[in-house]
């Protein structure tokens, strides 16, 4: 048992039963969390990001099949496989004490029927021996945290009186209530203007460095993860096909899948007016594709790809990619000229920085 993992995810696979047939979801996902870490998990909308992380927070709906995998969770010297618990046992011991998740959008996560003081101190009252009085103490204190201003005031205001980053940060303080370990954060800025997200994605870190959590952040947006992950999982058609550091991804990426996310980035540095877009769309998972799944909109793509799924390939200690083009006998494809000035310009830029 690997200390330095707080979470572990091996061979997740997933199904959900649809009245048009069987949805093959996550198709054999990996993934280590490394405690204190900032872990982001990319692709398009639909290649499993979600759906791997309501596996970790138990969270997922009633159609859908775990066949094989664990996610073990490590906490004071002892390992959990999350899977093996009854889902009642899960939420009372696991949900929200351990594992706490940061949603979109805040008003699915908030009651609009109450105010929010008392939705900030119900966590505290399920999970700890703690008073009304004092749990409504700490939920001024989360709020003031998480920087809004006249706490005493707001914890009586009800979801619709507060302004949508507002909202956002009530939901980070409840789910901070109950000092978790790990903070999944399911596309928590997309909802916002530019100038909150960024409050909102500082608050976040300021936050993880002072409870020493684990943070792990679902998004499509790579704007995002440049400016906050220690570690990237680029998913696509629920399997991850390339992994590594924020530099291995930014500034080696493997993958053509990932060439492409970082091609479709805005760049005000480009002579081009048009924005890159990825041709194609990502399959059906109803008819799950033999071969490699992204295949039919690579131009790289080799006859191998239309039968054989590609292993992961090792490029480094930190770094891996599922390609046929890192085989061997592949023939030797070079990053595209746009991305690699690109990249070239985002090194030079985050060097000055520093």
């Known amino acids: 048992m690997d200390e330095k993992i707080i979470l572990s995810v091996e061979n997740l696979d ?10 093959h979801a996550i198709r054999g996902v990996d993934m280590e969390i490394p405690r204190g870490s900032t872990v982001a998990i990319v692709g398009e909308s639909g290649s499993g990001k979600s759906v791997t992380m309501k596996a970790v927070a138990g969270l997922l709906d009633s159609n859908a099949v775990i066949n094989s995998g664990k996610i073990f969770y490590r906490f004071e010297n ?3 496989d999350l899977l093996q618990l009854p889902k009642k046992d899960l939420r009372k011991n696991f949900n929200g004490k351990h594992i706490s998740m940061v949603f979109q959008d805040p008003m699915t996560s908030l009651d609009p029927t109450m105010q929010i003081g008392k939705q900030i101190a119900e966590g505290m009252l399920l999970h700890q021996k703690i008073s009304k009085s004092d749990a409504m103490n700490k939920a001024v204190e989360l709020l003031k945290t998480v920087g809004i201003n006249d706490a005493e005031k707001r914890i009586k205001n009800y979801p619709h009186q507060l302004s949508g ?17 790990i903070l999944i954060c399911d596309e928590p800025t997309t909802a916002l203007d530019v100038t909150i997200q960024a409050k909102i994605l500082e608050l976040i870190k300021n936050l993880q460095r002072q409870m020493e959590i684990s943070v792990i952040y679902i998004t499509h947006d790579l ?10 999982n680029v998913m696509y058609a629920g399997k991850i096909i390339e ?3 924020a530099d291995d991804i930014f500034y080696d990426p493997r993958h053509p899948y990932t060439w492409g996310l970082l091609s479709s980035m805005p760049d005000l540095n480009t002579d081009d007016a048009r924005l890159y877009s990825i041709p194609g769309s990502p399959p059906n998972l109803l008819h799950e594709p033999e071969g490699d799944a992204f295949a039919a909109r690579n131009k790289f793509a080799m006859k191998i790809d239309e039968k054989v799924s590609p292993p992961m390939f090792k490029i480094s200690e930190t770094h891996s990619a599922a390609t046929w083009l890192l085989h061997p006998d592949a023939p030797k494809v070079e990053l595209p000229p746009e991305l690699k000035a690109r990249l070239e310009r ?3 830029e985050a060097n000055l920085s520093e």
């Open 78 to 80: 002892q390992s959990v």
């Open 346 to 348: 985002t090194r030079k």
């Open 165 to 181: 980053g507002m909202r956002q940060r009530v939901v980070i303080a409840g789910a901070l209530a109950t000092s978790p370990k």
């Open 14 to 23: 997933i199904t959900f039963r649809t009245t048009a047939g069987n949805i």
């Open 243 to 245: 992994r590594g550091t």
């Open 223 to 232: 704007g995002v993860v440049a400016k906050v992950a220690d570690f990237i």
